[in-house]
């Protein structure tokens, strides 16, 4: 089992940047996939982006593509999103989840695929 905890959402002006890091206790952070996940107001929660467990294959929302770039150290058992150019459509929710997988380069994109989610950090982007 593995413990999530989202920081780094705060307001920020359309234009600017903002890292959200994703910091997960428990054991073997590096079996889990990883995935960053958004929810607006009135709105379904939505897919941003994913990593596969290795670090090296990442999949992005077409919204987010080019702007956002996600990592992870596994020496520290975190996940990051860089999110640059942030417009206020990007305003939501950030929640980050973590799927257990035995397969070192394999990604996953739909929320009910993941197990564990964080509380979330709320990212909003003032026009």
């Known amino acids: 089992q593995v413990q999530l905890v989202e920081s780094g959402g705060e307001l920020v002006q359309a234009g600017g940047s903002l890292s959200l890091s994703c910091a997960a206790s428990g054991r073997s952070f590096s079996s889990y996939a990883m995935g960053w996940f958004r929810q607006a107001p009135g709105k379904p929660r939505e897919f941003v982006v994913c990593?596969?467990?290795?670090?090296?294959?990442?999949y992005y929302a077409d919204s987010v593509k080019g702007r956002f770039t996600i990592s992870r150290d596994n020496a520290k058992n975190t996940v990051y999103l860089q999110m640059n150019s942030l417009k206020p459509e990007d305003t939501a929710v950030y929640y980050c989840?973590?799927?257990?997988?035995?397969?070192?380069?394999?990604?996953?994109?739909?929320?009910?695929?993941?197990?564990?989610w964080g509380q979330g950090t709320q990212v909003t982007v003032s026009s």
């Open positions: 990593i596969s467990r290795d670090g090296f294959v990442t």
């Open positions: 989840a973590a799927k257990p997988s035995i397969y070192s380069a394999t990604y996953y994109y739909t929320s009910s695929q993941y197990n564990y």
